[in-house]
């Protein structure tokens, strides 16, 4: 794995700070599982029948940025590049036929989501601004919290993929 780039949240901000800085390290993590792979070994599949793979991963945590931060807290309807036309599915896990172009474009949308999710926070006037999905409403406290958990989680699977593809482990 590549050397450790992530920059360490602050240890003694406000919560905004310490909520977005957090959030920043956990994507950081995600990249750095990620990095100096091939999109073969990225494609790379856990077990069976498993579907997971890194780029699965990549592409998951770019549709819940899209979902919480652009639909949920700024009101928008994006769809993702990945569901099918006439389906409400996400395809993100899905890596069956995806080629070298594919495996960067999923890097590519998901930088783009975790800008335009910054983008979201950033005008943001406070963590009590809130957003709706369906009948629920959720602060921007909640989903950044959640997302930060959403993170985590998938990165502790992100690890063990790490781990089967080169043996590369830990942070």
Known sequence: MTHDHRVQPPRTA????????????QRETLEM????????????????PSGLSLVGLVRHAAEVERGWFRNVINGERSRSPWTAPG?????????DGLDE????E????????CARARAVVDAADSLDDC????EDTYS??????????????HNGHADLLRERIDGVTGE
């Open 87 to 95: 389906s409400t599915e996400w395809a993100d896990f899905e890596v």
């Open 101 to 104: 172009s594919g495996v960067e």
């Open 14 to 25: 406000d919560e905004r700070a310490t909520l977005t800085a957090m959030l920043q390290f």
């Open 106 to 113: 999923a890097f590519t949308i998901w930088r783009e989501e």
């Open 131 to 134: 957003g709706h999905l369906g």
């Open 33 to 48: 599982k990620c990095a100096g792979l091939t999109p073969e070994q990225l494609k790379s599949r856990a077990v069976a």
């Open 140 to 153: 921007l406290r909640y989903v950044l919290a959640h997302m930060i958990e959403e993170y985590a989680r």
